[in-house]
């Protein structure tokens, strides 16, 4: 069941917006990555609005 799920997750390829400080930042999305989501992250306060509509 677990596999299935993860194959359907590599078919969709979501896009995950992450919030997460720069310590940890290359760690998560490359766990992201190897879970087959495509991650999109920002630090800059301006961008998160337009960030959080496409995500």
Known sequence: ???KRYEQ???QS???HVVTN???IEKVANTIL???GSPIMT???PDIADV???A
């Open 22 to 24: 720069p310590v940890t």
């Open 43 to 45: 630090d800059r306060a």
């Open 52 to 54: 959080c509509q496409v």
């Open 9 to 11: 997750i590599r078919q």
């Open 1 to 3: 069941m677990v596999q």
């Open 14 to 16: 979501p896009l995950i």
């Open 34 to 36: 190897a879970a087959g």
